[in-house]
């Protein structure tokens, strides 16, 4: 499994499933050589399919708000890592090697995280994936992980579509399980009580299959674009 973090309850299928009892998860990038975090075999089963594990040894990360300054342990905001692995640059591209590597040496890799008090990391979505509803952040891998829980549920994505009123409102495509069957109300009542009701999914659309790039990671951009063909929707109005 390659191209974009894997769903806890798909890890725990796994581990369970498929007698993968020494499994463990990495996390990186092309830019770090690639791996900033992996699992170990005899790391907790619990921290094992729900993180990325520790940092490799002579790398160092943090994690960052808004204005740059580091978080405290479990508190969201995005990875960067600093180190040997790290890149020069982007080859002839100094305007964008600038905006992705800052002064002080620290890759900023455009991923929420937290990191535990122990040290362990969590991948919780991208910070180009975020959207805003009346107001309210929301972050997709946490509706997705929820809605991985379903029983029908194989796959899903969720993202956000423009909205006249909220600003944007949240949509999940879902592939359901062979044989397996659900309707767009079960799923919200599936949510319904379980996560905050401004991350309930205002629409649901089932799919055959996802739209994905070759190396496996989501295309949300055009499921985005899809549904705002579907729905005729416009973007509300900012002043």
């Known amino acids: 499994m390659a191209g974009a973090p894997c769903p806890i309850e798909v890890m725990k299928r796994c581990v369970s499933d498929m007698h993968l009892d020494e499994?463990?998860?990495a996390y990186g990038m092309t830019e770090t050589s690639p791996v900033s975090f992996q699992t170990a075999t005899d790391d907790p089963l619990e921290k094992r399919v729900s993180t990325v594990g520790r940092v490799q040894p002579h790398v160092e990360c943090k994690v960052i708000d808004e204005t740059g300054a580091t978080v405290p342990p479990g508190v969201q905001g995005e990875l960067c890592t600093r180190g040997y692995s790290v890149m020069k640059g982007y080859w002839g591209d100094e305007e964008r090697?600038?905006?992705?590597?800052?002064?002080e040496?620290?890759?900023?890799?455009?991923?929420l995280a937290t990191l535990d008090e122990e040290g362990y990391c969590n991948i919780t979505g991208r910070v180009k994936d975020m959207l805003?509803?009346?107001?309210e952040n929301v972050y997709p891998r946490e509706i997705e992980e929820y809605l991985y829980r379903h029983p029908a549920v194989q796959q899903v994505q969720v993202f956000g579509v423009p909205d006249a009123k909220y600003g944007e409102e949240i949509c999940a495509w879902i592939v359901l399980k062979a044989d397996a069957a659900a309707t767009e109300d079960e799923i919200k009542e599936f949510?319904?009580?379980?996560i905050a009701h401004y991350k309930v999914p205002r629409y649901v659309r089932?799919?055959?299959?996802?739209?994905?790039?070759v190396t496996g990671k989501a295309q949300k951009f055009r499921m985005r674009d899809a549904m705002v063909e579907e729905l005729g929707l416009v973007a509300a109005e900012t002043a």
Do not use: V
Request: aromatic share 6%.
């Open 23 to 25: 499994i463990t998860i």
């Open 97 to 103: 090697t600038a905006e992705s590597i800052d002064a």
């Open 105 to 111: 040496g620290w890759m900023h890799s455009g991923d």
């Open 132 to 135: 805003i509803r009346g107001g």
């Open 191 to 194: 949510c319904r009580g379980q």
């Open 206 to 213: 089932f799919r055959d299959e996802l739209p994905m790039t």
